[in-house]
């Protein structure tokens, strides 16, 4: 009789502002996950500055992938696959990940699984439930990207929505911006508003009544500043909590609303979400709430989760793994990947074969 013998995933995340190394057994067991964030430096820009994330990269990752097996107790020997972000992203953040994780696979003979970001961000919702399976929709919002995609099973995601321009993320870190809030603007806005309003200013809620699943956040950081400079203007004070309250309660009212649909409409009762910005306990709670109301069961990873991290890109990439679903050490990286869309790659069947031989045991 042939056991499957556990599969160890070491997972390299860089495509943004965080470097981070993960150890995961079988896509779902969590042995360690270091996550070095470079927002201090960020800060003093506004947001994040591509060229000294790729050099920030550089400087840490050995030291975070050495972290990640030591806290985990392994060695590379104990390694049966290297994942990595190959995209989206910031290229020069991405290449940093990738080249590291092509040598490390090269080096200990290993296969290398290139995984897209926001397929490892629904994966997190795998590591948070070990029972969570698809089909579900999943809310995905994070600082690039708002989607509502059908997971229809571990490797075939659909996008049914997406912005039509900002992401959920930027206009938090946006409007952060015009109330002199540091970068990231998501947790400063979450942190404010705990003392604020949510019914004092209507703030628009941009699509939440489209018949389809799109949404609109550009206009968002303009209603603030209008709201702001009106107030000045007529020399009234006005209540920055109020502001932020009322902001956060509008981005949330179109989340909810429009994943909601999403359930309905595809008769799934089953609801995920996804990215930094379900890190909002405001957003968590409304969510929760509405899935009540709604007979919706709703899974949402921790917050150290939602935002960026490899742990989730090793959850990704075991399910890739099961399927044979193998890169070459000619991956590159792509800046603009689509969830969905094939990873190009020029892995020779033969070779996915020989690999998967290494992953049993008699
Ligand atoms: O998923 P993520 O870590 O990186 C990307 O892939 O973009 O998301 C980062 C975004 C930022 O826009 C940040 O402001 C937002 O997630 N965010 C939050 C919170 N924590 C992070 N937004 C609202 N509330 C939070 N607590
Ligand atoms: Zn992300």
Redesign the pocket.
């Known amino acids: 009789m042939t056991n499957k013998k556990d599969i160890i995933i070491l997972a390299v995340e860089s ?2 502002d ?1 470097t981070s190394a993960a150890l995961v057994k079988n896509g779902r067991e969590v042995l360690s996950n270091i996550i070095s964030s470079q927002i201090n430096i960020h800060k003093r820009y506004g947001g994040v500055v591509p060229e000294i994330a790729s050099r920030k990269h550089i400087e840490v990752i050995d030291t975070v992938i050495k972290e990640a097996l030591d806290s985990a107790s392994k060695s590379l020997d104990d390694i049966d696959s290297v994942a990595v972000t190959c995209g989206p ?1 910031l290229v020069g953040a991405l290449l940093v990940g990738l080249s590291t994780a092509k040598a490390l696979s090269f080096a200990i003979d290993k296969p290398l699984i290139g995984v897209h ?1 926001i397929e490892g ?1 629904i994966a997190a919702n795998y590591i948070e439930n070990p029972k969570w399976e698809p089909p579900f929709i999943c809310l995905v919002v ?4 708002t989607n509502i995609v059908i997971a229809h099973s571990y490797d075939k995601y659909e996008v049914i929505g997406s912005t039509r321009d900002d ?1 959920a ?2 206009a ?2 946006k409007t ?1 911006r015009a109330l002199n809030l540091s970068y ?4 400063q ?2 942190k404010l508003a705990y003392d604020g309003n949510p019914n004092v200013i209507a703030f628009p809620r941009v699509m939440i009544d489209s018949d389809d699943f799109d949404f609109s956040f550009s206009g968002l950081k303009s209603a603030v500043l209008n709201y702001i400079n009106k107030c000045k203007m007529k020399e009234t004070p006005f209540n920055r909590a109020d502001v932020a309250a009322s902001l956060q309660q509008a981005i949330t009212d179109v989340l909810c609303h429009k994943a909601i649909k999403a359930c309905k409409k595809y008769s799934l009762k089953k609801l995920a979400m996804a ?3 379900c ?3 405001f ?1 968590r709670r409304s969510m929760e709430d509405l899935c009540l109301k709604n007979g919706i069961e709703l899974n949402v990873p921790k ?1 150290v989760l ?3 991290n490899a742990a989730m890109i090793g959850s990704a990439a075991y399910y890739r793994m099961l399927n044979g679903d193998f890169s070459s050490l000619s991956l590159n990286a792509f800046p603009s990947l689509r969830l969905g869309e094939n990873i190009p790659n020029d892995f020779k069947a033969n070779d996915i074969r020989n690999t998967l031989t290494l992953h049993t045991n008699n």
């Open positions: 495509s943004c965080e992203g970001h961000h994070s600082g690039g990207h992401a993320g930027e938090f870190d952060a990231p603007g998501g947790p806005i979450e990215g930094g910005v890190a909002n306990s957003l917050p939602c935002t960026d």
